[in-house]
């Protein structure tokens, strides 16, 4: 995979976490949904982040996680 703005932009990747995490208000969104739509490498990579994120969440529940304080 070649390398992204998120490779080596730690405030970027901060707003792609956010932005999956639904985590931005509604100005921060369309600012980020503008840059994408302006990057091509870094819109494939988040629809990539974002695919991942709801594979995860699907398998979450059958995903028998050990205590870390028991």
């Known amino acids: ?3 992204t ?3 080596s932009d730690g405030v970027l ?3 792609l976490t956010d932005y999956l995490d639904g985590n ?3 100005a921060e969104k369309q600012s980020f949904e503008d840059y994408l739509s302006e990057n091509e490498e870094e819109r494939v990579f988040a629809r990539k982040a974002m695919k991942g ?4 969440a699907r ?3 059958k995903i028998d996680v050990p205590s870390v304080t028991a």
């Open 5 to 7: 703005a998120f490779d």
């Open 24 to 26: 931005l208000d509604r």
């Open 53 to 56: 994120k709801k594979a995860l």
């Open 59 to 61: 398998f979450a529940d």
């Open 13 to 15: 990747t901060d707003f």
């Open 1 to 3: 995979m070649e390398p």
